[in-house]
């Protein structure tokens, strides 16, 4: 069988695949290491031909449950699923993609509810409105809201001169205004190469998981996250009166620069300080060559409202779900959410009615 999953002999090979064609910054091998410090098994699949060239990897990560568990690729990021070798043809990687779910429904699917499968985005996504026939029939459903568009990403295209092209060029008096009051009110940014307020990252990570009800984090995780790719990762502060008061970590591949994860206190919203960072990061990618900036994951009407001030593109995410057992998915599902509001008490009463519409919403 040509899938195996890669070691870590191959992590050298798997990455270099990764930037030579087309990959996403969370395709990178590395990311094992910050998934398996939260307990889920990476699984790095890959395609060789005779001679042991790679031609597609799909990298997984299991995560367990109470009960059971689930797949998915990619948590992180916008991107994820296959990546072919370049000039591979339609069939060829119809055939590959087929062996690859072979391979996943033998090895990987016992004791699983659901496979959720992201496709690795390009320009050309942002006109599709249909998905993959090919994951159709293997059983999977496609995950899109027509109405709302989401989720989606952004992608903003760059240019070599920042003031002329996209802060006079491209952005509106609104944003701008933004920025500036932010500056007057005497926020400014630092990006962090010794990580010396590392200590007020973790706590704005911290911070921000529990303002919006999500699972906890652990402390080394997100030094991980801030760590381990080295050389690609950018991380900028926001300080007002020498407080750190938000934070965003970039990372850098190829041509596209991928703001991962912002965190923020409440005195950033006030300030103004989310705006300032993401001017401070697109500003940066400008002058260091990059063509693009990509916005991250958007869920929420609310969330892309607030990114489509910086006049992005707007690039619907293709996600596909396949349920092996409606029962298993059922108590899958169920043991997480009370895992959930187990570690969330506070957060699930004080927003028990928005929560309960929320459920109800889902059943019917």
Same mark, same amino acid.
């Given at each position: ?21 087309? @990959? ?52 992180? &990021?916008?991107? @994820? ?5 370049? +000039? ?76 002329? &092209? ?46 919006? +009800? ?74 260091? &060559? ?75």
């Amino acid at each position: 069988m040509p899938v195996r999953e890669a070691t870590l002999n191959d992590k050298e090979k798997w990455n270099t695949f990764v930037e030579t064609q087309d @990959g996403s910054m969370f395709h990178y091998f590395d990311w094992k290491n910050i998934y398996e410090v939260q307990h889920w098994h990476y699984i790095p699949l890959l395609f060789e031909d005779t001679s042991t060239e790679i031609i597609g990897i799909l990298p997984l990560v299991k995560i367990h449950g109470l009960l059971y568990s689930k797949l998915i690729s990619l948590p992180e &990021g916008a991107s @994820g699923g296959f990546v072919f070798k370049k +000039g591979l043809t339609t069939a060829k990687k119809a055939q590959v993609m087929n062996i690859f779910l072979h391979h996943i429904e033998q090895h990987y699917s016992k004791g699983c509810s659901t496979f959720t499968l992201k496709e690795n985005l390009s320009l050309q996504d942002a006109t599709r409105t249909t998905p993959t026939e090919l994951f159709i029939k293997n059983g999977f459903t496609f995950h899109f809201d027509n109405d709302a568009k989401l989720p989606c990403t952004y992608l903003l295209q760059l240019t070599p001169s920042f003031e002329e &092209g996209i802060w006079n060029g491209l952005w509106g008096k609104y944003l701008r205004n933004h920025i500036r009051k932010s500056q007057k009110k005497g926020v400014h940014i630092r990006e962090e190469t010794n990580l010396d307020h590392n200590n007020d990252i973790i706590t704005m990570f911290l911070s921000t998981y529990k303002r919006f +009800g999500s699972l906890p984090i652990s402390a080394e995780e997100i030094m991980l996250r801030l760590t381990t790719f080295n050389d690609k990762t950018k991380v900028w502060v926001a300080f007002l009166n020498d407080t750190p008061i938000a934070s965003l970590i970039c990372y850098n591949l190829s041509s596209i620069c991928y703001a991962s994860k912002m965190v923020y206190d409440d005195s950033a919203r006030e300030n103004h300080a989310t705006a300032l960072l993401f001017y401070e990061a697109i500003r940066d990618a400008c002058k260091n &060559g990059y063509q693009f900036f990509e916005f991250g994951v958007t869920v929420s009407s609310s969330l892309a409202y607030w990114k489509e001030q910086f006049m992005p593109l707007k690039i619907p995410m293709r996600i596909y779900e396949k349920r092996y057992s409606t029962l298993r998915t059922f108590f899958e599902r169920t043991s997480q959410d009370l895992k959930w509001a187990w570690n969330n008490k506070s957060y699930v009463w004080h927003n028990r009615r928005q929560l309960i519409r929320e459920i109800v919403r889902k059943k019917m």
